[in-house]
């Protein structure tokens, strides 16, 4: 999910060096969505992981 993140700022940066504003700020925009999503993600997997506790084996 974070090389989506990366690809849409590397979008964002080649459109802003080329002039096209309005592809690099939808890029940025998508770019941000999805890093917010996956540290959501991140955060509620961390949690459960923790409520859970590790079993013995």
Not at 10 to 32: E, H, M, Q, T
Not at 34 to 57: D, H, Q, W
Request: net charge positive; proline share 0%; charged share 10%.
């Amino acid at each position: 999910m974070l090389s989506w993140v990366v690809t849409f700022l590397v979008i964002a940066l080649i459109a802003g060096i080329l002039g096209f504003g309005g592809i690099a700020g939808v890029s940025i925009d998508i770019a941000k969505t999805i890093f917010f999503i996956a540290v959501v993600l991140f955060l509620i997997s961390a949690v459960v992981g923790l409520v859970r506790g590790r079993t013995k084996v």
